[in-house]
């Protein structure tokens, strides 16, 4: 190499040094001159989500710091309003304990459920009609939650609906779904989960379809039968999807609030309470808008933590 190539390279990596050595203002001005066109083209998503969505959530965490009912912020308090909410308010465990529950009832068979739907529509008697299977397994989930519980309130119907018409044809007594703390809770799970199941079970077979159909021929020719061919191959395959249908279920279920409010507004007493019903009680009937923007942050840091959990589980399962 001449020493005229040697003293370019020099002062190339020279350049370069000094260059990252500039202020980070100058360096994001010069970043920005050079794509703004770029980013003035995704300007409107960050603009709407700023004012609707980070604005929002800020403002949420200074109001639950104040005890306000109208306009304005009120008295700041600190954390007395957390305080309150997790050590002497009655409502919160109960509501808490539901949402508990709630997870129990709805993820897991929500996930398990359309994993086995999706399992069972890719088979190649499925195949044929798998527009037609589609179709029904997404009909109930662009529904309007509000026509659901309409129908469902009258399929409860102690005396005349659907499901007690059916037990009483077996021979059973008929049971007052949305009426009693016993079963009102699991009214609701089960409208959730015929609402929504179709969705995962929608997400797990497009999983499904893009697992190489060589690596069941090959476990068929090891002589696995259809039932190892899914603990072995199947399940540890599709465990990132499953995790995803866990996270997003768990999501759902802490933010639900149109199904249990419209068949049972939370009730008999609390048995059906959701943190949602609860915070819009507390903001909208009792107007404590400070505390409903603590148990709205509250509601956040759950769902934020039994998300983690899922993952961390599931990395660990991984790793093992």
């Avoid at 050079?34 to 109001?63: D, E, H, N, Q, V």
């Avoid at 997790?86 to 919160?92: I, R, T």
């Avoid at 020719?221 to 866990?246: K, S, Y």
Wanted: net charge positive; with cysteine.
């Amino acid at each position: 190499m001449s020493a005229n190539a040697v003293s370019n390279v020099i002062e190339t990596k020279d350049k370069k040094i000094d260059r990252s050595s500039e202020p980070f203002i100058r360096r994001a001005l010069k970043w920005l001159k050079k794509y703004k066109t770029a980013y003035i083209f995704i300007s409107p998503f960050f603009i709407l989500y700023a004012i609707f969505g980070l604005y929002p959530a800020i403002y949420s965490i200074i109001i639950s710091l104040h005890i306000g009912r109208g306009r304005g912020l009120g008295k700041f308090v600190g954390l007395s309003n957390y305080i309150h909410l997790w050590f002497h308010d009655p409502v919160f465990p109960v509501t808490l304990i539901n949402m508990g529950v709630y997870l129990l009832y709805i993820v897991v068979p929500m996930t398990f459920l359309g994993l086995l739907l999706a399992v069972m529509m890719n088979t190649k008697q499925a195949r044929r009609l798998s527009g037609f299977y589609r179709t029904m397994m997404i009909l109930p989930y662009v529904l309007a939650p509000t026509v659901i519980s309409v129908v469902f309130v009258q399929i409860y119907d102690p005396t005349f609906g659907w499901v007690n018409l059916l037990l009483g044809a077996i021979g059973l007594p008929h049971i007052d779904w949305i009426g009693t703390e016993q079963w009102s809770l699991i009214a609701v799970s089960l409208v959730l989960i015929w609402q929504y199941v179709g969705y995962n079970t929608l997400i797990a077979l497009a999983a499904l379809t893009g697992i190489p159909p060589e690596i069941y021929d090959a476990a068929r020719v090891d002589g696995c039968n259809a039932f190892q061919e899914f603990g072995l191959i199947t399940l540890p395959l599709m465990r990132p999807i499953l995790l995803f249908m866990a996270v997003m279920t768990t999501i759902g279920v802490f933010n639900m609030f149109a199904q249990p409010w419209l068949l049972t507004h939370g009730g008999p007493g609390y048995s059906s309470n959701t943190l949602i019903i609860y915070l819009y009680r507390t903001a909208f009937e009792d107007m404590q808008f400070g505390y409903a923007a603590a148990i709205g942050v509250t509601i956040f840091i759950l769902t934020a933590l039994f998300s983690f959990l899922q993952i961390t589980l599931n990395r660990g399962f991984s790793s093992n």
